[in-house]
């Protein structure tokens, strides 16, 4: 426990640094990177223990809060996810001292550094609470420093938007989670986890109740589909490092509630199960379309994160069904994929916005209209960020392949152990959705890629690239490793997410995760033939002839230039307008030039989300018509609120009166 | 053991471009022509093997990687088919999943080759290529789960292998329409008519050929071989599927498979020259149509 306390300090004195140092803007963003860098370091390794079988540390603080205690406590949950908070915290805090640099005198940079070093803290301590309250806190702390951090560009009118969606989303989700253990606290008598385990066991009274506020709570933070609208408003926004911490760890604190919440409930029935399964796998497939109209790299990179939470949560719903259902393998499978993806999903995740975020910088530009051939200019750069895209994309031999293939192999085991037929028939329906949402993301990312990182630069800035030098792509080169490494060699993962998996209740864990398990020497030994045919056919290929240089073929062509390239969004029409429901397609305005002697013609896609259009925008604005009829008793006035005050207070003693009175 | 499996290696690299031959042949019989050598393959590749490349200036080493990679994804996916109901080289539970994801992985590289061009029309390749891919992967993986639930087996080779005959006999209906998906997943994912005219010479119109417009030399000889060897790989795919011989002695048995493999192509070269190519807009319907069937043959196995 003591070396992650140290953790939490340097971090913290990181953040300190902020405002003590306001008036040397360039000193505080050194100082706060390099102790957000120490910090993690030391984090990370005082977690990873807990992972490789060190008994569960607690610690209890006296703490003057009502209610609730300061009860910190290390188990393997805890530490696998803090694990992923610190591995991506070390590229991504290194990146950004770089990244950063040009913001120096231009934007206040104390409040900043602050808000990074409380974020992190923040999130460690969602991920270490014991205690219902404790918990709230540092969650709404998280809240706020995330929102500090997404607005700091607050010139721009849609980063002020982007933090008010939000901010308001947040605290929805926030309102639900306050029910939630509100509810668990009053049936636990006490607000400390170890009380709420125990309800495990008891029974709660209202399991389905606690389990939908829990759902549309931590949903909420997790990006669940139709939830997420806040996601790809907010992740953009923030400056790329921050957004790469937010998308690869942030939302995860969603997935980590879910868990805990689990692990307070009694064992739920398949239904539950089937409910995780559909919202997950729903969240993935509208999603990775959504990804298809996006012209904003990272608006894409941000949707890609809500596909993945769907895989995650798709996972964990195929471990409750299967668990209630008595497939302890399949539940083992499922789980473990689901868990493995977390890992994998924050370094991939972390990588592409740390790659976008050099990008953006060179392009000067989210556009991904205004980038191409960018992988000629920023070599490294474009290399290590196609293997993130190849990542996301799930392509084996690398990680992302890894965790979708225990969750193929966790239903295709389910479709076969299915008694009747309906549940095989649900089984198989998902893999075949699961291979859909894999095709698209091949779409996805292969536009990303073909637009941004390849061909003719679309823009005179994009055709100024440079590359900024190992700062600015050591920390994605290392994020890359672990991409490559998880993908190449996940034994080492995998024996870190088994005792995770036990401890939510998956015995079967130990076995079909080990070596000897599902994820056996067969696939790799197939793995390594492909490197080495890729090997071989490299040493063939140099032998054989080659090198003459020449424009690109253009038909006849004498004139190319980079307006005629294919664009991203005639790129994804393909797709759209054949298969894709109208709701999730960009809207198009189109003005088609006429007649003999045309005059101007102009086309624009704007991508929409029907989830803010169709739902939330509506359902804001009749909820604001409501509301604003309650204005009139807001009048602003002292002495009116104090009548307000008054009879509140009248009616308050009224009630306690009468309730002596009539028991 | 040795002896097989150098001989399935051997039948994997080296029958795969005179499939291909075999299709041009029937189809120019019907169309009244001589045409070319059925060893035409061989020659174009040995050709371009030994001549220079050409590449664009706007290119970077992902064009070179993208005919290498894709090959290579091609051939190690082939180390995982079974050959004449024999076990493949490499079987395990959910290596089909393995399997697609390989095809994927080719495609990946071949359309991110197309897009480092620059060109409009290799862009345009690209994006068809992937779009009518993503609409096939769930009919190929749907197909494929029907065949892992009528065996009980989670692996090619248990698929494939002795208890595929038992399973026709429980699950004929399941299994013919699964058949039939699989074979216009083959045609779309091979580029025939009528999804494409590998034939063709309109850049427009292409779907497959037009990716690899750019590509010369012994990168275009990789990107050749590698596509006719993915022909072999549904080809094995499909003839295993719906001509399970049930030949006791090995030798016989890949004897009929060779023989199964030409027929298989005898079908597409027929296919090619009795059908009409679909438009572009129609080629999803049909995609979809082959889920649709898996679907029911999914039912049907279930029910």
Same mark, same amino acid.
């Given at each position: 426990?003591?070396?992650?306390?140290?953790?939490?300090?340097?971090?913290?004195?990181?953040?300190?640094?902020?405002?003590?140092?306001?008036?040397?803007?360039?000193?505080?963003?050194?100082?706060?990177?390099?102790?957000?860098?120490?910090?993690?370091?030391?984090?990370?390794?005082?977690?990873?223990?807990?992972?490789?079988?060190?008994?569960?540390?607690?610690?209890?603080?006296?703490?003057?809060?009502?209610?609730?205690?300061?009860?910190?406590?290390?188990?393997?949950?805890?530490?696998?996810?803090?694990?992923?908070?610190?591995?991506?915290?070390?590229?991504?805090?290194?990146?950004?001292?770089?990244?950063?640099?040009?913001?120096?005198?231009?934007?206040?940079?104390?409040?900043?550094?602050?808000?990074?070093?409380?974020?992190?803290?923040?999130?460690?301590?969602?991920?270490?609470?014991?205690?219902?309250?404790?918990?709230?806190?540092?969650?709404?702390?998280?809240?706020?420093?995330?929102?500090?951090?997404?607005?700091?560009?607050?010139?721009?009118?849609?980063?002020?938007?982007?933090?008010?969606?939000?901010?308001?989303?947040?605290?929805?989700?926030?309102?639900?989670? !306050?029910?939630? !253990?509100?509810?668990?606290?009053?049936?636990?008598?006490?607000?400390?986890?170890?009380? !709420?385990?125990?309800?495990?066991?008891?029974?709660?009274?209202?399991?389905?109740?606690?389990?939908?506020?829990?759902?549309?709570?931590?949903?909420?933070?997790?990006?669940?589909?139709?939830?997420?609208?806040?996601?790809?408003?907010?992740?953009?926004?923030?400056?790329?490092?921050?957004?790469?911490?937010?998308?690869?760890?942030?939302?995860?604190?969603?997935?980590?509630?879910?868990?805990?919440?689990?692990?307070?409930?009694?064992?739920?029935?398949?239904?539950?199960?089937?409910?995780?399964?559909?919202?997950?796998?729903?969240?993935?497939?509208?999603?990775?379309?959504?990804?298809?109209?996006?012209?904003?790299?990272?608006?894409?990179?941000?949707?890609?994160?809500?596909?993945?939470?769907?895989?995650?949560?798709?996972?964990?719903?195929?471990?409750?069904?299967?668990?209630?259902?008595?497939?302890?393998?399949?539940?083992?499978?499922?789980?473990?994929?689901?868990?493995?993806?977390?890992?994998?999903?924050?370094?991939?995740?972390?990588?592409?916005?740390?790659?976008?975020?050099?990008?953006?910088?060179?392009?000067?530009?989210?556009?991904?209209?205004?980038?191409?051939?960018?992988?000629?200019?920023?070599?490294?750069?474009?290399?290590?960020?196609?293997?993130?895209?190849?990542?996301?994309?799930?392509?084996?031999?690398?990680?992302?392949?890894?965790?979708?293939?225990?969750?193929?192999?966790?239903?295709?085991?389910?479709?076969?152990?299915?008694?009747?037929?309906?549940?095989?028939?649900?089984?198989?329906?998902?893999?075949?959705?699961?291979?859909?949402?894999?095709?698209?993301?091949?779409?996805? !990312?292969?536009?990303?890629?073909?637009?941004?990182?390849?061909?003719?630069?679309?823009?005179?800035?994009?055709?100024?690239?440079?590359?900024?030098?190992?700062?600015?792509?050591?920390?994605?080169?290392?994020?890359?490793?672990?991409?490559?490494?998880?993908?190449?060699?996940?034994?080492?993962?995998?024996?870190?997410?088994?005792?995770?998996?036990?401890?939510?209740?998956?015995?079967?864990?130990?076995?079909?995760?080990?070596?000897?398990?599902?994820?056996?020497?067969?696939?790799?030994?197939?793995?390594?033939?492909?490197?080495?045919?890729?090997?071989?056919?490299?040493?063939?290929?140099?032998?054989?002839?080659?090198?003459?240089?020449?424009?690109?073929?253009?038909?006849?062509?004498?004139?190319?230039?980079?307006?005629?390239?294919?664009?991203?969004?005639?790129?994804?029409?393909?797709?759209?307008?054949?298969?894709?429901?109208?709701?999730?397609?960009?809207?198009?305005?189109?003005?088609?030039?006429?007649?003999?002697?045309?005059?101007?013609?102009?086309?624009?896609?704007?991508?929409?989300?029907?989830?803010?259009?169709?739902?939330?925008?509506?359902?804001?604005?009749?909820?604001?018509?409501?509301?604003?009829?309650?204005?009139?008793?807001?009048?602003?006035?002292?002495?009116?609120?104090?009548?307000?005050?008054?009879?509140?207070?009248?009616?308050?003693?009224?009630?306690?009166?009468?309730?002596?009175?009539?028991? | 053991?040795?002896?097989?499996?150098?001989?399935?290696?051997?039948?994997?690299?080296?029958?795969?471009?005179?499939?291909?031959?075999?299709?041009?042949?029937?189809?120019?019989?019907?169309?009244?022509?001589?045409?070319?050598?059925?060893?035409?393959?061989?020659?174009?590749?040995?050709?371009?093997?030994?001549?220079?490349?050409?590449?664009?200036?706007?290119?970077?080493?992902?064009?070179?990687?993208?005919?290498?990679?894709?090959?290579?994804?091609?051939?190690?996916?082939?180390?995982?088919?079974?050959?004449?109901?024999?076990?493949?080289?490499?079987?395990?539970?959910?290596?089909?999943?393995?399997?697609?994801?390989?095809?994927?992985?080719?495609?990946?590289?071949?359309?991110?080759?197309?897009?480092?061009?620059?060109?409009?029309?290799?862009?345009?390749?690209?994006?068809?290529?992937?779009?009518?891919?993503?609409?096939?992967?769930?009919?190929?993986?749907?197909?494929?789960?029907?065949?892992?639930?009528?065996?009980?087996?989670?692996?090619?080779?248990? %698929?494939?292998?002795?208890?595929?005959?038992?399973?026709?006999?429980?699950?004929?209906?399941?299994?013919?329409?699964?058949?039939?998906?699989?074979?216009?997943?083959?045609?779309?994912?091979?580029?025939?008519?009528?999804?494409?005219?590998?034939?063709?010479?309109?850049?427009?119109? %292409?779907?497959?050929?037009?990716?690899?417009?750019?590509?010369?030399?012994?990168?275009?000889?990789?990107?050749?071989?590698?596509?006719?060897?993915?022909?072999?790989?549904?080809?094995?795919?499909?003839?295993?599927?719906?001509?399970?011989?049930?030949?006791?002695?090995?030798?016989?048995?890949?004897?009929?498979?060779?023989?199964?493999?030409?027929?298989?192509?005898?079908?597409?070269?027929?296919?090619?020259?009795?059908?009409?190519?679909?438009?572009?807009?129609?080629?999803?319907?049909?995609?979809?149509?082959?889920?649709?069937?898996?679907?029911?043959?999914?039912?049907?196995?279930?029910?």
């Amino acid at each position: 426990m003591t070396p992650y306390l140290a953790a939490l300090l340097i971090l913290a004195a990181g953040a300190l640094a902020g405002p003590l140092l306001a008036r040397r803007p360039a000193l505080a963003l050194r100082v706060g990177s390099v102790a957000a860098v120490a910090g993690s370091l030391v984090g990370l390794a005082s977690v990873l223990p807990f992972l490789l079988g060190a008994p569960p540390a607690d610690l209890v603080l006296p703490w003057s809060e009502p209610l609730g205690s300061f009860h910190l406590r290390l188990d393997p949950l805890s530490a696998f996810f803090q694990a992923a908070l610190f591995a991506v915290a070390v590229p991504a805090s290194a990146f950004g001292a770089g990244y950063m640099k040009p913001y120096v005198g231009r934007r206040p940079m104390g409040g900043f550094v602050l808000a990074y070093g409380l974020l992190l803290v923040a999130i460690s301590l969602v991920l270490s609470a014991a205690d219902g309250v404790l918990f709230l806190v540092a969650w709404e702390v998280m809240t706020i420093a995330s929102f500090v951090l997404v607005t700091f560009d607050d010139e721009k009118l849609q980063v002020r938007r982007a933090g008010f969606v939000f901010l308001v989303a947040s605290h929805v989700g926030t309102a639900f989670l !306050f029910a939630l !253990f509100l509810l668990l606290g009053r049936e636990a008598g006490g607000f400390d986890f170890v009380r !709420f385990e125990a309800l495990r066991g008891a029974g709660a009274a209202a399991p389905w109740l606690l389990f939908t506020l829990g759902l549309v709570g931590f949903g909420t933070k997790a990006g669940l589909v139709p939830l997420h609208v806040w996601l790809p408003e907010a992740h953009p926004a923030a400056p790329s490092h921050v957004s790469a911490l937010l998308s690869g760890v942030m939302i995860k604190t969603g997935v980590y509630g879910l868990l805990r919440l689990l692990g307070f409930l009694p064992p739920l029935g398949v239904g539950y199960g089937l409910l995780l399964g559909a919202i997950g796998l729903g969240s993935a497939l509208v999603a990775i379309t959504l990804t298809l109209g996006q012209g904003d790299i990272k608006r894409a990179l941000a949707y890609s994160s809500v596909e993945n939470v769907g895989l995650v949560v798709l996972g964990v719903g195929l471990a409750v069904a299967a668990g209630a259902a008595g497939h302890p393998v399949v539940a083992a499978l499922g789980m473990g994929g689901a868990l493995f993806h977390v890992w994998n999903h924050a370094l991939m995740k972390g990588l592409a916005f740390l790659g976008a975020g050099t990008l953006v910088h060179a392009a000067h530009s989210q556009d991904l209209e205004k980038m191409g051939g960018l992988l000629a200019r920023l070599p490294v750069t474009g290399a290590l960020l196609l293997v993130g895209l190849g990542t996301l994309a799930a392509l084996p031999p690398l990680s992302g392949f890894a965790s979708e293939w225990l969750l193929y192999l966790g239903l295709l085991r389910a479709g076969a152990a299915a008694a009747s037929g309906a549940s095989g028939l649900v089984a198989y329906l998902a893999v075949a959705a699961l291979a859909l949402v894999g095709a698209i993301a091949a779409i996805s !990312f292969t536009r990303i890629a073909g637009v941004a990182l390849l061909g003719e630069p679309r823009s005179p800035e994009a055709a100024a690239a440079r590359e900024v030098g190992p700062a600015g792509w050591v920390p994605l080169a290392l994020l890359a490793a672990g991409c490559v490494l998880f993908g190449l060699f996940p034994a080492l993962p995998l024996r870190m997410v088994t005792p995770v998996a036990v401890q939510l209740g998956m015995g079967e864990a130990a076995r079909v995760l080990g070596p000897a398990g599902e994820m056996g020497a067969a696939p790799r030994v197939v793995v390594g033939v492909l490197i080495a045919v890729v090997l071989g056919l490299i040493a063939l290929r140099r032998r054989l002839g080659g090198g003459a240089v020449a424009a690109t073929w253009g038909c006849g062509f004498t004139a190319p230039t980079s307006r005629m390239e294919y664009t991203a969004s005639s790129y994804s029409q393909a797709f759209l307008t054949a298969l894709v429901p109208r709701a999730l397609r960009p809207r198009v305005h189109l003005q088609a030039p006429r007649g003999v002697f045309p005059g101007k013609g102009a086309f624009r896609t704007d991508s929409q989300d029907p989830a803010r259009t169709r739902l939330f925008d509506p359902l804001f604005r009749v909820l604001g018509d409501r509301m604003s009829r309650l204005r009139r008793f807001q009048a602003g006035r002292l002495n009116l609120q104090l009548l307000y005050t008054l009879i509140t207070l009248v009616a308050l003693l009224a009630m306690l009166a009468l309730r002596g009175r009539f028991p | 053991m040795i002896l097989r499996a150098l001989f399935q290696i051997g039948i994997l690299l080296v029958l795969p471009p005179f499939l291909l031959g075999v299709v041009n042949r029937v189809k120019a019989i019907f169309a009244g022509r001589q045409g070319p050598p059925l060893l035409q393959l061989y020659f174009d590749v040995w050709k371009l093997l030994q001549k220079g490349a050409v590449y664009s200036r706007t290119t970077t080493w992902v064009f070179r990687a993208g005919p290498i990679v894709g090959l290579a994804a091609v051939a190690t996916a082939g180390t995982m088919l079974p050959v004449a109901g024999q076990p493949a080289l490499f079987t395990f539970a959910g290596d089909f999943v393995l399997f697609a994801y390989l095809l994927a992985l080719a495609r990946f590289a071949t359309a991110l080759a197309a897009l480092d061009t620059g060109s409009s029309f290799e862009g345009m390749g690209a994006a068809r290529e992937v779009s009518f891919a993503s609409m096939a992967e769930p009919a190929l993986f749907l197909v494929l789960v029907v065949m892992a639930r009528a065996t009980g087996s989670l692996s090619l080779s248990g %698929m494939l292998g002795p208890a595929l005959a038992p399973a026709w006999r429980a699950a004929a209906p399941a299994l013919l329409l699964s058949a039939i998906a699989l074979f216009v997943v083959a045609l779309a994912e091979n580029s025939r008519i009528p999804v494409d005219d590998p034939n063709t010479h309109l850049e427009l119109t %292409m779907i497959h050929e037009v990716m690899v417009l750019d590509h010369s030399g012994p990168d275009l000889a990789f990107i050749l071989y590698g596509a006719s060897l993915k022909f072999f790989l549904f080809g094995a795919l499909f003839v295993r599927l719906v001509a399970d011989a049930g030949i006791a002695g090995i030798w016989a048995a890949e004897a009929v498979f060779v023989v199964e493999l030409i027929g298989f192509a005898i079908l597409v070269g027929v296919v090619e020259s009795v059908m009409a190519r679909l438009r572009l807009t129609r080629v999803p319907q049909m995609l979809v149509g082959a889920s649709v069937l898996s679907v029911f043959a999914l039912v049907l196995l279930l029910r």
